[in-house]
């Protein structure tokens, strides 16, 4: 990319995707190539796999370094950065799990009754409440993620 074509955070994120696959195709193509049978040659050089890795981990580093400092820089709405919201998802995406699973524990059933001396299980929560308040969650989850990702698209990548 030249000066005149700024990259946008989007496109990093996706370099981003890119280095960590590359980094774990090659950690484990070393691992692959760490042991091979006396008489054959190793498929490939661990050392070389690992100099490659360090190099894609290095640009990672940088490129880590300049989206968490747009992140910093870029206004999310009037009450929040982009590092704000980023937060903010993290912990919508834990509230509604959270909700999700007890959703999910409290449909088990477990209350077969082969006799009546057997302890029935009750349920100690509320399924549908704990859905709804779920699917309110996913909702902001989702308004949030499309404002990401508009701001993805047309926030530049600081130096």
């Given at each position: 990319?030249?000066?005149?074509?700024?990259?946008?955070?989007?496109?990093?994120?996706?370099?981003?995707?890119d280095?960590?696959?590359?980094?774990?195709?090659?950690?484990?193509?070393?691992?692959?190539?760490?042991?091979?049978q006396?008489?054959?040659?190793?498929?490939?050089?661990?050392?070389?796999?690992?100099?490659?890795?360090?190099?894609?981990?290095?640009?990672?580093?940088?490129?880590?370094?300049?989206?968490?400092?747009?992140?910093?820089?870029?206004?999310?709405?009037?009450?929040?950065?982009?590092?704000?919201?980023?937060?903010?998802?993290?912990?919508?995406?834990?509230?509604?799990?959270?909700?999700?699973?007890?959703?999910?524990?409290?449909?088990?059933?477990?209350?077969?009754?082969?006799?009546?001396?057997?302890i029935?299980?009750?349920?100690?929560?509320?399924?549908?409440?704990?859905?709804?308040?779920?699917?309110?969650?996913?909702?902001?989850?989702?308004?949030?993620?499309?404002?990401?990702?508009?701001?993805?698209?047309?926030?530049?990548?600081?130096?």
């Amino acid at each position: 990319m030249n000066e005149k074509e700024e990259m946008k955070v989007a496109e990093a994120l996706a370099r981003r995707a890119d280095l960590i696959a590359r980094i774990t195709e090659l950690r484990q193509r070393a691992g692959e190539a760490a042991l091979y049978q006396e008489g054959d040659e190793p498929t490939e050089d661990p050392a070389a796999l690992v100099a490659q890795a360090d190099e894609a981990a290095s640009e990672l580093e940088t490129l880590l370094a300049r989206i968490n400092r747009t992140n910093l820089a870029t206004r999310f709405d009037e009450a929040m950065t982009v590092t704000d919201a980023l937060a903010r998802r993290d912990t919508l995406r834990l509230r509604r799990s959270l909700r999700t699973e007890l959703a999910q524990a409290g449909t088990n059933r477990r209350d077969f009754l082969y006799s009546r001396s057997e302890i029935k299980t009750l349920r100690a929560v509320d399924v549908p409440a704990l859905r709804a308040e779920a699917d309110a969650l996913s909702a902001d989850l989702r308004r949030l993620d499309l404002r990401l990702q508009e701001l993805n698209w047309l926030t530049p990548l600081a130096s």
